[in-house]
């Protein structure tokens, strides 16, 4: 069975750094795809950024990046220049590629605090 | 709409009585999903239902729960005889097909709570 791991249940960072946020996955497949969200007090959730298991280069999407080890069955986010609007909880998850549509399984998030 | 509808925003019920919760999904959107987050927990997937083909229910949790999507567009969730292990936050997503699939469009979510 598919599990996403995700150990740090809350991450401190100050305005304008660097954080990265880690997430292990597990899975016998070799297609899947991998996707950061996130989840702002208001509730919703606010996709990110998506990482292929054949893509060989990382994700990027504007300060958001997926660092992305396979071997390692790695998929950080790295948020570079952190902003205050970047406190929320943020999750990650897969999908196993055969099943055609998006039914991911979530990690249980990181909490992020951008302090000034 | 611009964005996913769900309604009631909160909803707070007896053990036992049966609950509907609603979604309006984005114009156009094919695909739609419905997902339940615990206290603390990730995501759940419960529900997939894509156009005009029978849904994909292996999520759902017991038969005290079901959904129907009439006309290709709104959605909603029944859960019939409520437990205390229900209340949770349901969410819906929609999407659309082809290269925008990959993008889950989340509603705000409907706060269930079973006393």
């Known amino acids: 069975a598919q599990k996403i791991t995700q150990t740090q249940p809350g991450m401190f960072v100050q305005e304008k750094e660097a954080v990265t946020l880690d997430c292990t996955y597990d899975?016998?497949?070799?297609?899947?795809?991998l996707f950061w969200y996130k989840q702002p007090s208001s509730g919703e959730m606010i996709f990110l950024i998506y990482?292929?298991?054949?893509?060989?280069q990382n994700a990027t999407e504007g300060r958001y990046s997926l660092n992305f080890q396979k071997a390692r069955k790695s998929a950080n986010l790295v948020i570079s220049a952190s902003q205050l609007g970047d406190s929320a909880m943020y999750f990650c998850?897969?999908?196993?590629?055969?099943?055609?549509?998006?039914?991911?399984?979530f990690g249980t998030g990181t909490r992020l605090l951008v302090s000034p | 709409g611009a964005g996913v509808s769900q309604s009631p925003s909160n909803k707070v019920t007896e053990k036992g009585k049966d609950v509907e919760l609603r979604c309006d999904p984005i114009?156009?959107?094919?695909?739609l999903y419905w997902y339940r987050q615990s206290l603390g927990q990730g995501l759940e997937f419960l529900i997939y239902?894509?156009?005009?083909?029978?849904?994909?229910k292996s999520g759902l949790p017991s038969d005290r729960f079901s959904a129907e999507r009439t006309g290709g567009s709104v959605s909603t969730l029944t859960i019939q005889r409520t437990q205390q292990e229900d209340s949770a936050v349901y969410l819906c997503?929609?999407?659309?097909?082809?290269?925008?699939?990959?993008?889950?469009?989340f509603g705000a979510g409907s706060r269930l709570t079973v006393l």
């Open positions: 998850a897969m999908r196993e590629e055969n099943t055609g549509f998006q039914k991911l399984v």
């Open positions: 997503a929609s999407s659309a097909s082809g290269p925008g699939a990959n993008v889950l469009t």
């Open positions: 114009s156009g959107h094919t695909a």
């Open positions: 990482q292929g298991s054949y893509d060989e």
């Open positions: 239902f894509q156009g005009n083909s029978a849904p994909d």
């Open positions: 899975t016998s497949d070799q297609s899947y795809g």
